[in-house]
């Protein structure tokens, strides 16, 4: 099965701080997904990356799949309460979708 | 966008009773469907794959017998928690896919007294 570890696996950020989130695969990833969310609430899209190299930004979100397609990482400028919650990336392998382990973030304001 | 559908949305029952959670494709067809659950302070794990007209297939670790899923048409999969008991808490989701894009159920908080 497809493993994907996420860091840190919880992340206390001061409002307006900027923070980085990982996501390392053990297989080639042919699509990574990032998700946000809250436990027990349903999942919020975030981005998608396909291509080595590629990187999307969606207000002040950015993702990023590196080169070998084995990492991505997730950053979030100028962090708000809002932006709190937990982040969880994601990928298809052989027909299945597995997620990461997870990353709990807490923006104090 | 296709939209998926979970009914019921949270349920609390006594233990012992058996819970039926719906998954329903609302305007597309889905062949197959995958069910995860998700305990507090942890990530959400791949369950079973259901596909229409056949049996589901589960991860190692998850008892089939008590985790009855049902695909009996293109538009509903159903999940069935036999014999609840409070181990069995948990928020259930289920998921579908047209070609790369993933589509999400939004998910059923289960607890179980």
New interface residues.
Partial sequence: ?QELEQSPQSLIVQEGKNLTINCTSSKTLY?L?WYKQK?????I?LM?L?KGGEEKSHEKITAKLDEKKQQSSLHITASQPSHAGIY?C?A?NF????????T?LNVKP | GAVVSQHPSWVICKSGTSVKIECRSLDFQAT?M?W?R?F???????MA?SNEGSKATY?QGVEKDKFLINHASLTLSTLTVTSAHPEDSS?Y?C?T?VY?E?F????T?LTVL
Avoid: C, D, V
């Fill in positions: 099965s699509g997904y436990y027990g609430e349903g999942l899209f998608m396909q969880l994601g298809a027909n299945k979708f597995y997620f990461g382990s997870g709990k | 197959t995958f995860y998700q507090p302070k942890q990530s959400l794990m791949l794959t991860e928020f989701i998921k896919s790369n993933q999400f159920g939004p998910g908080r």
